[in-house]
């Protein structure tokens, strides 16, 4: 299992055009083939940072997504609304830690 994470920072004026996107295309993106797990953060203290989580099946299955039509057309809106440069990074777990 993969887990990505990557950090985005919008322009203040352009946030609700993103969580417009974001709500128009997130059934699409957690349904695509091999993403088991979708999630979108907001920084507590910096209102126009954001995160989206998600599992991946395989690096293969986050590249296929990357490769399509429905990531090209969100990213392109996405990174338009940016006031840095976004931080993407890609994990494994290795331990949860029970109680």
Avoid at 37 to 56: M, P, R
Avoid at 60 to 82: C, G, I, M, P
Wanted: glycine share 2%; charged share 30%; with cysteine.
């Amino acid at each position: 299992m993969l887990i990505r994470i990557v950090r985005m920072t919008f322009r203040p004026e352009a946030v609700d055009d993103f969580l417009e996107n974001f709500n128009a295309n997130k059934k699409s993106i957690r349904n695509f083939p091999g993403c088991h797990h979708l999630e979108l953060w907001q920084d507590e203290n910096v209102k126009n940072i954001f995160l989206t989580h998600s599992h991946w099946e395989s690096e293969e299955h986050l590249n296929q997504y990357r490769d399509s039509e429905l990531f090209k057309s969100v990213w392109t809106f996405t990174k338009a609304l940016f006031s840095d440069k976004p931080i993407a990074f890609s994990s494994r777990k290795l331990e949860e830690v029970e109680k």
